[in-house]
């Protein structure tokens, strides 16, 4: 079984700041890993994700993750952030064996201030 | 391409009634899932199906119930609904069993009065 732990429920910057969502996780197998993105009132979206390969991994709006695997994190970070990043962020894991499910952390809401 | 649709987006009940709350998906994927997501808790699984008539139980099953006849519905019910079960309830696909990458439908927001 897998478990993923994000260790800031909440994150409040300013616009252009830089900002770092932590996320780790535990697992007995190799795994595949997520970030996911939810805005108010929707769906998520896939942000971007690890499956094998160079750990710095870049994703849709100018984020990027970095896997760790001596760490077991998985760090979400964006150089400088925009008022349109405000939303919920999720960091999940599946194991590569079934593949068939996605563990998601609690999630990070992201507040992006003027 | 609307791709992943829920029915309806918002639904209020009362304790012990029938509630099915409706998915559907355009792009014949194979996998489909069903998650709450709570406060505190993230999402959750509750079933998912690998294929039509092949369903499996996730993480929070108990008191839920699905069926998946068509490959593009994956309807989801609560037969004697609970107010622990007022939650937001999302739906997602998967292609097939060699991708990874989930597509979340907007979600379907259930009070139970």
């Known amino acids: 079984a897998q478990s993923v732990t994000q260790l800031d429920s909440q994150v409040p910057v300013f616009e252009e700041a830089p900002v770092e969502l932590r996320c780790n996780y535990s697992?007995?197998?190799?795994?595949?890993l997520f970030w996911y993105v939810q805005y108010p009132n929707q769906g998520l979206q896939l942000l971007l994700k690890?499956?094998?390969?160079?750990?710095l991994v870049k994703g849709i709006n100018g984020f990027e993750a970095e896997f760790n695997k001596s760490q077991t994190s998985f760090h979400l970070r964006k150089p400088s952030v925009h008022i349109s990043d405000t939303a919920e962020y999720f960091c999940?894991?599946?194991?590569?064996?079934?593949?068939?499910?996605?563990?998601f952390g609690e999630g990070t809401q992201l507040t992006v201030n003027p | 391409d609307a791709g992943i649709t829920q029915s309806p987006r918002y639904k209020i009940t009362e304790t012990g009634r029938q509630v099915t709350l409706m998915c559907h998906q355009t792009w014949s994927h194979s996998y489909m899932f069903w998650y709450r997501q709570d406060l505190g808790h993230g999402l959750r699984l509750i079933y998912y199906s690998a294929a039509a008539d092949i369903t499996d139980k996730g993480e929070v099953p108990d008191g839920y119930v699905v069926s998946r006849s068509k490959t593009e519905n994956f309807p989801l019910t609560l037969e004697s609904a609970t107010r622990s079960q007022t939650s937001v309830y999302f739906c997602a696909s998967r292609i097939d069993y060699r991708t990874d990458t989930q597509y979340f439908g907007p979600g379907t927001r259930l009070t139970v009065l």
């Open positions: 690890y499956l094998s390969g160079s750990t």
């Open positions: 697992s007995s197998v190799s795994v595949y």
């Open positions: 999940a894991v599946s194991d590569r064996t079934s593949g068939s499910r996605l563990t």
